[in-house]
């Protein structure tokens, strides 16, 4: 029997511009010092380093709970349930050297061990959070920082693997919903002045990874010269704002121009998942994708939001073979499993 | 008068100014610490440092694959396959070399303005007070105050200090 999951981050309907913004993530990327990087490590280095890592005190979120995650020892199909979760990365998946994962008692806060760098902080919240984030991340780091020494330069900061992850170490970013924008025929323009703006515009599971459903990740994409400050406050001060300015105003056009034909795609998209009986991944995202934009209208009764963000995550492969309670995916056709799901929870 | 190293009695050579936040901070470093926290230094003096400068050029017409970072062995030939750094040391060891590809990887920043690790500013607090008990030690050495001496000794012991040596800087590998 399956231990019951945490509350989803994302399956939050009352948080700031839940209606344009899924989720916040602010991650630090962190490095030992008296160790190569991972790169560079033996595997007997990153067991050290695993061992290291364990041994010291988180704090923050951690204080109450953790539950550490040997994630070379784990099975494909729970290490895909962490990545689905946004706990871990795909990377991390493939990767076969030792490495872990500790994971915070409300799964709000995840340290990976021996990713591209030593420690990969991250921290997710639904909804535009980031500020709230970016204090919470900076409480932890030094508190980590405690009993771990980090590896540090007078000039270039935080000494990371990469060089564009370097300085602070960084990264804000924001899960942007914008079907509206793509309706209207306007992404095009956004990801031209996201590209202007220095951003990073990503797909549904980060980088390398496609837009379904029109679903955006953005994020900063310089580490160095500015402080963790200001680069949070012109992301959500100043840069997000405008993303999310721009996918309402294309919201009204749509509800003003055509009301019917709005209606009618989202309709027909609740219509679908409501009574298919074959579903493949890419179709659920997609037709989630229109009920979110109806429901984040008010276009649509009796569905909330939060019932949307959740299905999101749970059509994923490996949640939808933890709720049929067989094992799914690698190749094996889910989507009868998929239609009954998605049916059930939309009755 | 010669300022001593903020981590140990010998002469600093690396002196710094931090502001941080507003809050002034002051780094003096002898060559051995300062190559530790990773100061770039030049490791003669005088007419044999530019006899080193030119070595240094000539090292740079030679291929520069043969480079290896002296900690980890990585080329900047590997590093320019695989995007990534060995160790930390690769940072000092091809600071020149990075600087340009920093630049392009992050618009034209070259330095870092963002958050310092609170650690090393306890170490410098840490080291500050062990200078000040190492110059009340010699005093107290020189006054024949045996008694006071080895408890100034102790408490520099208790601080992480090498009494005998130099100091033991970072206390970390």
Known sequence: MNAALPPLVGDGPDAPMSDCVLSSRVRLARNLIGFNFVNRSTHDQLSDIVHHVQSARLGGPFEAGTRWVNVQATAAVDRQMLFERNLISRPFVEATHPRCVAISGDESTSVMVNEEDHLRLQMLAPGMQLRALCDRMTALDVSIERTIEYAFHPRFGYLTACTTNLGTGIRVSAMLHLPALALVQELERVQRSAKELHLAIRGFHGEGTEALGDFYQVSNQTTLGRSERDIVEEFAG?????????????????????????????????GILRTCRLLSLEEAIKFLSRLRLGVALHRVEGIELALVNRLLLEVQPAHLSRAAGSPLGNGRDDRAARAEFVRGALR | ME?????????????????????KSEIHLCAEHAAERGYILPTVAGPALIAGKLLEKAAQSAPRAAKSCPNCAMTMAALRESGLLGCPHCYRHFEEELGGLVERTQEGATAHTGRHPAQSAR???RAAARNRLARELREAVSR????????LRDEMLALGADVDGGGSGSGQP
């Open chain 2, 3 to 23: 300022r001593p190293c903020d981590c140990c009695p010998n002469p600093a050579v690396v002196h710094e100014t931090l502001v941080h936040n507003g809050l």
């Open chain 1, 238 to 270: 100043s840069i997000l704002p405008q993303f999310v300015e721009y996918e309402r105003a294309a919201r009204r056009v749509l509800v003003e121009r055509d009301p019917a034909a709005l209606d009618d795609r989202v309709h027909r998209a609740l």
């Open chain 2, 123 to 125: 170490l410098i607090d």
């Open chain 2, 144 to 151: 024949e105050e045996y008694e006071r001496a080895a408890r």
